[in-house]
């Protein structure tokens, strides 16, 4: 079955304190691994596709990184803006749906 | 280009009750989706479409309907409305399946006394 883990659940972070959230999934055959941050009452927004091990995408102060069964979202001098939940997600083993994890929530403190 | 736009923000609904949740998207996605997300939980795929005319099951079908007549619009159409449909509901689009980036709306959120 396709699945996918967040942890930690929650985690707090002071200004400028360095970090990582992880994802492990398990599916047949991974056509994408996607990363998305949601903030209180909005959709998700997409940050970041992952393709094959090794892989790595940078924007700002974010870098996804992935292995052949997790992906680490580093989080470098994070500032409070960057507080947020961050959804990880992996096509199905059918390629019609994503399937999420409950995700993680940052909070940033200055 | 507004992306994926969805009416309403906010509904109450009681139990019985019918409604349409309305998403449109103007980036000629031929890809459409449904997701539900509960606190503390993973969205959750309701339908999907992959074109005009063509509709299919996701994960958690029961209760809701949908319907596809053009590619810009994708309605949701719950019934008989149970509190268990207490949600917050997210219309996505992507321009194919597997493995391409899906685009999200707003969302809806439904509250079922």
């Known amino acids: 079955e396709d699945q996918v883990t967040q942890s930690p659940e929650a985690l707090r972070l002071q200004e400028g304190e360095s970090s990582s959230l992880n994802c492990s999934y398990t599916v047949s055959g991974l056509r994408g691994l996607f990363w998305y941050r949601q903030d209180p009452g909005k959709g998700p927004e997409f940050l970041f596709t992952l393709y094959s091990a090794g892989e790595e995408k940078e924007k700002e102060r974010l870098k996804a990184t992935l292995t052949k069964k997790e992906s680490f979202l580093h989080i470098t001098a994070p500032k409070p803006e960057d507080s947020a939940t961050y959804l990880c997600a992996v096509q199905n083993q059918a390629g019609t749906a994503l399937i999420f994890g409950k995700g993680t929530t940052l909070s940033v403190s200055s | 280009n507004a992306g994926v736009t969805q009416t309403p923000k906010f509904r109450i609904l009681k139990i019985g009750q019918s409604m349409t949740l309305q998403c449109t998207q103007d980036m000629n996605h031929n890809y459409m989706y449904w997701y539900r997300q509960d606190p503390g939980m993973g969205l959750k795929l309701i339908y999907y479409s992959v074109g005009a005319g063509i509709t299919d099951k996701g994960e958690v079908p029961n209760g809701y309907n949908v319907s596809r007549s053009t590619t810009e619009d994708f309605p949701l159409r719950l019934e008989l409305a149970a509190p268990s449909q207490t949600s917050v509901y997210f219309c996505?689009?992507?321009?194919?399946?597997?493995?391409?980036?899906?685009?999200f709306g707003p969302g809806t959120r439904l509250l079922v006394l």
């Open positions: 996505a689009s992507s321009p194919a399946l597997g493995g391409e980036t899906q685009y």
